[in-house]
């Protein structure tokens, strides 16, 4: 049977559909999109799920400090509860991507302590940027796509993405291995440049980090559900001629939701 997932929306949340996509089409899930105003009226609605995807996009319009609008309404809620639990559940495996990165960070819903805040370029970035994956994270999310050699890339778009933590924390961070994905030099920063200038860490995140991965949750701010086939990719012309077709799966992306959603069946 396939498992079901749910995915919020609502308040200007987006890229849901995108994220529906991946869960359906790559992963082999059924997707349920539900409310946020319904899941904080009945938390335990999450329950009936075998997964979840929290998607990003222009949630309360993408203004600096929207991660803690949507904080202030799940932490008055019971909905804050169930997703701590969740959270620590590893049977549940959990997308959560860019504007819930800030919500579940201002929510204290780390495994440590994790701020955002607005890039250090001062702009908002918008662009693909190269990431390299943890080997040593044994998150469920990450465990077909450390066989993959190629470039992993893929696209981000954000103000506040700059991901902060204390410098004390850090070595429990290293010791814990809770960073599932890092940015990169590689391939696409030889064919994109950022406002920034630095490629590789377009929002000066603290260690270069891009995403986290704890009990089989992969929180992070890379896009990875809004690039899942290569016609999509910004290199596309050397990938048709390598491959002669651009009408295949990006790789990267369907290896992760594959992997979820094999876990969870």
């Known amino acids: 049977m396939r498992p079901k997932v749910i995915i919020p929306t609502g308040l200007g949340i987006n890229s849901h559909e995108e994220l529906g996509y991946c869960f359906d089409k790559l992963g082999g899930a059924d997707v349920e999109y539900r409310h946020l105003n319904d899941l ?15 998607p990003g996009g222009f949630t309360m319009g993408d203004q600096l400090g929207a991660g803690q609008s949507i904080k202030n309404r799940v ?6 509860g169930k997703l701590y639990e969740k959270l620590h559940d590893e049977s549940f495996p959990i997308y959560c991507v860019c504007n819930w990165l800030q919500v579940l960070a201002k929510l204290d819903l780390f495994p440590i302590p994790v701020g955002t805040m607005q890039n250090d370029s001062g702009k908002h970035e918008t662009s693909f940027w190269d990431t390299k994956v943890n ?5 469920v999310w990450l465990s077909y796509l450390k066989m993959y050699e190629d470039p ?27 960073v599932a994905l890092t940015y990169e030099k590689g391939h696409m ?14 929002n000066g995140s603290t260690a270069d980090i891009a995403g986290f991965g704890w009990d089989n949750n992969l929180v992070l701010f890379p896009h990875f559900e809004r690039l899942h086939h290569d016609f999509q990719r910004p290199d596309r012309a050397a990938v048709k ?3 002669e077709t651009t009408s295949g799966v990006y790789e ?11 876990a969870m069946k």
């Open 40 to 54: 904080i009226a009945e938390p335990s609605l999450i329950d009936d799920y075998q997964g979840a995807g929290l």
């Open 75 to 80: 932490e008055a809620s019971g909905l804050r």
């Open 135 to 139: 080997p040593k994270n044994d998150n």
């Open 152 to 178: 992993i890339f893929a696209p981000i778009s954000h103000g506040e993405g700059r991901i902060t933590i204390r410098k004390d924390l850090l070595e429990v961070v290293k010791e814990r291995n809770l």
């Open 189 to 202: 920063c030889d064919f994109y440049k950022s406002s920034k200038g630095d490629r590789y860490n377009p």
């Open 241 to 243: 001629r390598e491959k």
């Open 252 to 262: 990267p992306t369907c290896l992760m939701f594959k992997a979820a959603v094999d």
